[in-house]
């Protein structure tokens, strides 16, 4: 069964950084696109980044193209979100998520459903 863990997340100042990873089990991580996702205090989950299996990038938010980062290493197993640069409107729980339909990253807005075998999330908050 597939299954995605999170990590990395804490409390950290504005414009401070942080990596988050996610571990992939279950499932053969290079064929997937992985997606990340956040989720603030009464808002809805909403899309990040994505990388494909080839290692292809789509933003789903523009308010971290310049500041947000994605990697994969499949012989980890892991994907990576580096963070730099965070404001407080980055506070939330952050999730990654597997694509249901194999290799790229979907293009549907909201890009929520084409993801599943979500993660518990791990939280991050940006706070002096």
């Known amino acids: 069964q597939a299954q995605l863990v999170e990590s990395g997340g804490g409390l950290v100042q504005p414009g401070g950084s942080l990596r988050l990873s996610c571990a992939a089990s279950?499932?053969?991580?290079?064929?997937?696109?992985i997606g990340w996702f956040r989720q603030a205090p009464g808002k809805e989950r909403e899309g990040v980044l994505c990388i494909s299996s080839s290692g292809g990038r789509r933003y789903y938010e523009d308010s971290v193209k310049d500041r947000f980062t994605i990697s994969r290493d499949n012989a980890k197993s892991t994907v990576f979100l580096q963070m730099n640069s965070l404001k407080r409107e980055d506070t939330a729980v952050y999730y990654c998520?597997?694509?249901?339909?194999?290799?790229?990253?979907?293009?549907?807005?909201?890009?929520?459903?084409?993801?599943?075998?979500w993660g518990q999330g791990t939280q991050v908050t940006v706070s002096s």
């Open positions: 998520a597997k694509a249901v339909f194999g290799s790229s990253c979907p293009e549907g807005h909201p890009p929520t459903p084409y993801f599943g075998s």
């Open positions: 279950g499932f053969t991580l290079d064929y997937y696109a």
